[in-house]
């Protein structure tokens, strides 16, 4: 009865959260393919060249607290408002840094726009500071479908606001505008729902035990966040801010399938897995099955966006954008193992274990900077990005150490348990590739490689008897009956 409530309370969170994070961010991307077609490259750019700045700055407000209030058994009103007190004083002190430096950061670029920019733009870091805790709430609650209807209409919203002022010659201020936009919807919205409201209390008790716990996740973070911003700002101040906005697009893709999935699954398992940190046997069996749904729907999306590739950027985006296409391709290899990696560092922060993330964070970061530096001296955007796919690999074997460690479930168990997955993918990827050579006309090539891409793919795992897809069969079953009821 356990793990069937279990089981249901995975598959509830999965969809849900599947949902909230798909509706917005293929509204977003719908609405960032129409403002691409009226702004250029240069545009996306300025903005990318921010990204380390806002990365970090995210990073700080945050400090590892969220994820301890997650992660903590006996939570109560005191802890949650201390957390935004924090989240609201780090982010103050943050802006005002940021303002007071925008001068410099432009000067780094050679963009002297771009101070004025930062001065608007990282006013959302303080906007979203304040519904931190709301977020977190809605977590632990497993409440995805209330984040839906929160995520979703300050998208809509903000994306017709900003394609208006896009349309209107506004240039890469429709973007800052938007984000300001989205942020505040989210804000007002979050608090209509959630119903929840600081009381004005701060305890040092509660600041001292969720740190204790979020202080190493700080530090990890802190790394993650300067590594996978580095290459925009390297390619920001070694290449073109043209370049740094081709590169962005096709990293904006990746983020819209890997990314996107991988966050999905990594705050769905991080609640979950948490309420059985006590019982090794069942955690193994519950990780392993969200390892092969991350496997099952990542790998084949992954490849299909790497075959077709070349069809998805002209159509979508057109001529000028050409530059993308191998840049995506190569991107879509540096994030195949995302999700196994996320979910892998999921096991050990339910485990209590932050010291071995941070100890991992360390390694594998250290790694990443010598790849990053080594590609830095060819002085080309392709040998950058084969680096990241380099890195990737290693940071999933680097994982598996301590997953071994604690729990005996290591590198080559985890293979086995996703390599049909990626078999049949590799299928997905030559598929299409032979369509897009061989369809001069992007439109019918994509729907072609995405009609063989499905049968082949649905029908080799269910010939396979694999457990994701009999999950995914078990599940479309159980909705159609609901339907007909």
């Not at 103050?92 to 303002?99: G, K």
């Not at 699954?265 to 392993?288: G, H, K």
């Not at 010291?355 to 790849?371: G, Q, R």
Request: glycine share 4%.
């Amino acid at each position: 009865m356990e793990n069937e409530n279990i089981k249901h309370k995975a598959s509830k969170g999965v969809i849900w959260s599947f949902f909230e994070r798909f509706s917005v961010q293929i509204t977003q991307f719908i609405i960032t393919i129409i403002m691409a077609r009226l702004l250029t490259p240069s545009d996306y750019g300025l903005i990318g060249m921010l990204s380390i700045f806002m990365s970090l700055s995210q990073v700080f407000i945050d400090g590892g607290f969220t994820n301890a209030l997650i992660q903590c058994k006996n939570r109560s009103n005191k802890d949650f408002s201390t957390v935004f007190f924090i989240n609201i004083t780090i982010s103050v002190v943050i802006y005002i840094i940021l303002f007071c430096s925008a001068k410099y950061i432009a000067s780094f670029y050679n963009q002297s726009q771009l101070t004025g920019i930062i001065r608007v733009y990282c006013l959302t870091l303080i906007i979203y500071s304040l519904i931190a805790v709301n977020k977190t709430i809605l977590t632990i609650r497993l409440d995805y479908k209330t984040q839906t209807k929160i995520s979703f209409t300050a998208a809509v919203i903000s994306g017709c606001f900003g394609i208006f002022l896009a349309k209107n010659g506004f240039g890469v201020w429709a973007l800052v505008f938007q984000a300001i936009t989205m942020s505040v919807l989210n804000v007002i919205l979050s608090f209509y729902f959630v119903h929840w409201f600081p009381s004005f209390i701060f305890s040092t008790t509660s600041f001292k035990k969720l740190f204790k716990f979020g202080s190493k996740l700080l530090i990890a973070q802190i790394i993650g966040a300067i590594y996978q911003n580095m290459y925009n700002l390297v390619i920001g101040k070694k290449f073109s801010s043209a370049s740094l906005g081709f590169y962005t697009r096709a990293e904006s893709f990746t983020n819209l399938v890997t990314s996107n999935i991988s966050n999905i699954l990594t705050r769905v398992s991080f609640p979950l897995l948490s309420e059985l940190q006590d019982d090794n046997e069942i955690l193994i069996r519950v990780y392993a099955k969200y390892m092969s749904i991350s496997a099952f729907i990542m790998f084949p999306l992954s490849m299909y966006l790497c075959g077709s590739a070349k069809p998805i950027i002209l159509f979508l985006l057109g001529n000028r954008w050409a530059e993308c296409i191998i840049l995506l391709q190569i991107l879509c290899f540096s994030t195949l193992w995302q999700g196994i990696v996320s979910i892998n560092l999921n096991l050990l922060n339910v485990k209590g274990r932050s010291d071995l993330v941070l100890k991992l964070e360390i390694i594998k970061k250290s790694i990443a900077f010598l790849i990053l530096f080594i590609s830095i001296v060819f002085q080309n955007l392709i040998i950058l990005c084969l680096g990241l796919v380099l890195y990737s690999f290693i940071a999933f074997y680097l994982n598996t150490i301590y997953t071994k460690k604690l729990l005996n479930y290591g590198f080559n168990k985890q293979l086995k348990e996703i390599y049909p997955y990626l078999l049949l993918s590799l299928i997905v990827l030559c598929e299409c590739l032979l369509v897009s050579y061989f369809i001069p006309s992007s439109l019918l090539a994509l729907i072609c490689s995405l009609l063989i891409s499905l049968i082949s793919y649905f029908g080799l795992a269910k010939l396979m008897n694999l457990y994701a897809y009999l999950e995914f069969e078990a599940l479309i079953i159980k909705s159609v009956k609901k339907l007909r009821k």
